[in-house]
């Protein structure tokens, strides 16, 4: 079945350091990428998406290029903030009897230092 | 803005009862999922719903059960709670056709 690999945590740097989170995916069709937050305490929230290859989302500084040929939606920010601070789910969407399920990684654990 | 509202942020129960968390959300969502979060493992779907008296089975639906009795609520139910049921619970609703999925903030329920 489809997955996502993301990859492993924690992650820990520095105030205004380049960041990136790797993931890539396994699937058999032509999913929805998307990269979602969770700040601590709350709930997830849709941090940016892309539908197709070499569509690029961009969310609050952050990027990820839909990249077919590597299956992979790297997270990038150029200068991440201790706002930042979070952790970061890569997914899929699954089309399923015409509705669409979302397959989560692991998460990976961002902690920024000031 | 869309809300989606689990009953409990925090619940601890007995190994043996019966627990039900229940999750409601005010979007008119067709689609509604439960997810658990563990360290490690991420979220794993449990069970969805495409509608009203409909429920699939997601990637773990053991010692699980769910109910959609209305469009608005989607209730998780743990027949006889066990301890390697301790997780934090999210709720999720989206609107079919969207992929935009809007979660809950989670009940972390403690079987002991």
């Known amino acids: 079945g489809d997955s996502v690999t993301q990859m492993e945590g924690p992650v820990t740097l520095s105030e205004e350091a380049f960041l990136t989170i790797n993931c890539t995916y396994t699937?058999?069709?032509?999913?929805?990428l998307f990269w979602y937050v969770q700040y601590p305490g709350e709930g997830l929230q849709l941090l940016l998406k892309?539908?197709?290859?070499?569509d690029k989302g961009s969310n609050k500084g952050f990027e990820a290029t839909y990249r077919k040929e590597t299956t992979s939606f790297h997270l990038e920010k150029g200068s991440v903030q201790v706002s930042d601070s979070a952790v970061y789910f890569c997914?899929?969407?699954?089309?399923?009897?015409?509705?669409?399920?979302?397959?989560f990684g692991t998460g990976t654990r961002l902690t920024i230092i000031p | 803005d869309v809300k989606v509202t689990q009953s409990s942020r925090y619940l601890v129960k007995r190994t043996g009862e019966k627990v039900f968390l229940e999750c409601v959300q005010d979007?008119?969502?067709?689609?509604m999922f439960w997810y658990r979060q563990d360290p490690g493992l991420g979220l794993r779907l449990i069970y969805f719903?495409?509608?009203?008296?409909?429920?699939e089975k997601g990637d773990i639906p053991e010692g699980y059960s769910v109910s959609r009795e209305k469009k608005e609520r989607f209730s998780l139910i743990l027949e006889s709670a066990s301890t390697n049921q301790t997780s934090m619970y999210l709720c999720?609703?989206?609107?079919?056709?969207?992929?935009?999925?809007?979660f809950g903030s989670g009940t972390q329920l403690s079987v002991l």
């Open positions: 699937a058999t069709g032509y999913p929805s």
């Open positions: 997914a899929l969407s699954d089309l399923n009897f015409g509705n669409e399920k979302l397959t």
């Open positions: 999720a609703s989206m609107s079919r056709g969207y992929e935009k999925l809007f």
């Open positions: 719903s495409y509608d009203v008296k409909m429920k």
């Open positions: 979007m008119d969502h067709e689609n």
């Open positions: 892309a539908t197709k290859a070499d």
